[in-house]
């Protein structure tokens, strides 16, 4: 069984308040409404787009970049945003990062030492979440983590895919609701992989 540093295994909940104090100018467009889509294999090919032009942007800085969230598991619904997930030497830095990032058409929208530095852009069309992280974060192995158990814990896809559909419509009328909706069921899968 693996064992994993306290850090990882704690996971942190923010606050709605948190969340606003982020906010840096306008929130996307995307967080007016959720929509679930059914999976779709294209997106393999937009992260790896994105990808692709975040190593041309940044080169050396980037420590690591990884696809995850709901769009990186195959055969889960998902919204059609693609969540990518850089870690950067400092994230405070942001005179180091954040003007090639611009260059390359993305905009800082959420600025959160809090939750372990976390800087969030998104891309021109709004398509794509950039999380940006700085090095030994542990938010971004709890991410890999889940990926990696949903693509292969079928019936954990599925409680996780039925929960985003379910909670989309129960939060309809209040959609900055609906990420922190998922956390009961998000927790549930967290013990279960830090069970193993």
Known sequence: MPEYPPDVVRRFHASPDQVGAGLIGDPPRTWRAVVI??????WVDRF????SLLTEALGSLVIGLEHVGSTSVPGLPAKPVIDIDLLVEDTAEESGYVPALERAGYRLVLRE???HGHRM??????????HVWPRG?????????FRDWLRS???DREL?????RRLARDTA??????????????????GRIFAV
């Open 113 to 115: 030492p809090w939750w």
């Open 37 to 42: 889509e059914d999976y779709d294999p294209a």
């Open 48 to 51: 790896a787009a994105a990808r």
């Open 173 to 190: 009328h209040r959609p900055s609701d609906y990420s922190l909706a998922k956390n009961d069921v998000i927790d549930a899968i967290y």
């Open 160 to 164: 996780y895919a039925t929960t985003k």
């Open 137 to 145: 974060a542990p938010e971004p192995v709890r991410h890999r983590l």
């Open 121 to 130: 852009l998104v891309s021109a069309a709004e398509d794509v979440n950039l």
């Open 153 to 155: 814990h079928p019936d």
